[in-house]
């Protein structure tokens, strides 16, 4: 008798070449993406086309895209296992998003929290910020996606995505998969060292603000040591604000230790203070981000090899995408090219 294989599961994850990657990245995405890659058909995305909705220094750009793929291949994605590309090399994904566009309601899109919050910041507002969710959803429906891993603050994106593809599919027949978000349970929202009340981001590039990816072991030891606490000695988890410091760095020694909220509180039943804390906290960030670090350092001398990398991804993500933009051509009324 013969068996059939169960379909995997497509997996498409994107992230923009804007600021280096950090602790909360690491913990809350890569990570997950490297020790699942080989259980589903995974995607990871390199969206250099939506770092463009804000000016970009063109070598600028060029240097962080590089640098972005390096830290991922150190951090352990497989190009055997992932396919890892650059999104400006395959067109599809702007052609994807000028036709979904012609489709997404305006209002949809000017009730986005995040492009009300960053336009309201700006004297002249780019077309580009007020669409960019149009791309996002064009760079996840091109390739069926089951799955989006996402943190909190992109779950709108996704339901956004999702009255996207449903919006098309109404019009024009059935043409998408509905894809689902998944946000990670542990280490999904690592907050800022300097100010546990915002998430540790890419943009802020404040000294002790967040443990980057590429930092040296003294570096992520200040950075740690010097994070901020309250004026309590106890260690345990507590969703009281003032002691969101205190519960950030249990945080990352869970994410870190994969133990459970009473073991971990356990670990430090004996701590005579936050300094026991941080100095455990910071023992295992270093043994964490050391190997990535290292292996960071060859990659990014080894241009040709990045660049021959990428252009086998891209290639990957071409023999997907193409054809799925000729459908959307089709469905919309467009002539196909001989």
């Given at each position: 008798m013969t068996m059939i294989k169960a379909k995997r599961a497509r997996v498409f994850s994107g992230i923009q070449p804007s600021g280096a990657l950090h602790l909360g990245n690491y913990l809350g995405a890569v990570r997950q993406w490297v020790e699942h890659q080989g259980e589903k058909e995974n995607f990871i995305c390199i969206v250099d086309l939506h770092a463009l909705?804000?000016?970009?220094?063109?070598?600028?750009?060029?240097?962080?895209?590089?640098?972005?793929?390096?830290?991922?291949l150190a951090c352990g994605i497989d190009p055997d296992q992932t396919t890892l590309f650059v999104q400006s090399h395959v067109r599809a994904h702007a052609e994807g998003a000028w036709i979904l566009s012609c489709t997404t309601p305006v209002g949809w899109l000017e009730r986005m929290t995040q492009y009300k919050s960053r336009s309201r910041a700006l004297k002249t507002v780019a077309t580009g910020l007020l669409t960019y969710p149009v791309l996002q959803s064009a760079d996840i429906l091109l390739y069926d996606a089951d799955e989006v891993p996402v943190g909190e603050d992109q779950k709108q994106h996704i339901?956004?995505?999702?009255?996207?593809?449903?919006?098309?599919?109404?019009?024009?027949?059935?043409?998408?998969?509905?894809?689902?978000?998944?946000?990670?349970?542990?280490?999904?929202?690592?907050?800022?060292?300097?100010?546990?009340?915002?998430?540790?981001?890419?943009?802020?590039?404040?000294?002790?603000?967040?443990?980057?990816?590429?930092?040296?072991?003294?570096?992520?030891?200040?950075?740690?040591?010097?994070?901020?606490?309250?004026?309590?000695?106890?260690?345990?988890?507590?969703?009281?604000?003032?002691?969101?410091?205190?519960?950030?760095?249990?945080?990352?020694?869970?994410?870190?230790?994969?133990?459970?909220?009473?073991?971990?509180?356990?670990?430090?039943?004996?701590?005579?203070?936050?300094?026991?804390?941080?100095?455990?906290?910071?023992?295992?960030?270093?043994?964490?981000?050391?190997?990535?670090?290292?292996?960071?350092?060859?990659?990014?001398?080894?241009?040709?090899?990045?660049?021959?990398?990428?252009?086998?991804?891209?290639?990957?993500?071409?023999?997907?995408?193409?054809?799925?933009?000729?459908l959307l051509k089709q469905r919309v009324g467009l002539i196909r090219s001989s």
């Open positions: 909705t804000q000016c970009q220094e063109p070598e600028a750009l060029r240097r962080q895209t590089r640098e972005l793929a390096a830290i991922l339901e956004l995505c999702r009255d996207v593809a449903q919006r098309f599919n109404q019009i024009y027949g059935e043409t998408f998969v509905i894809p689902k978000g998944v946000i990670p349970e542990i280490g999904a929202r690592v907050m800022g060292l300097d100010d546990p009340s915002q998430k540790m981001s890419k943009s802020r590039e404040v000294r002790g603000h967040a443990v980057l990816l590429t930092d040296q072991d003294e570096e992520i030891q200040r950075s740690i040591r010097r994070a901020v606490t309250d004026s309590g000695r106890e260690i345990r988890f507590s969703k009281v604000a003032e002691r969101a410091g205190v519960n950030n760095l249990l945080t990352i020694y869970q994410a870190l230790t994969r133990r459970s909220l009473d073991e971990v509180e356990s670990d430090f039943h004996d701590a005579r203070g936050y300094g026991d804390l941080k100095e455990a906290v910071a023992e295992l960030v270093v043994k964490a981000l050391g190997p990535i670090r290292d292996r960071y350092e060859e990659l990014i001398q080894e241009e040709a090899k990045l660049d021959a990398l990428l252009a086998q991804g891209a290639e990957q993500a071409r023999a997907v995408a193409e054809p799925k933009v000729e």
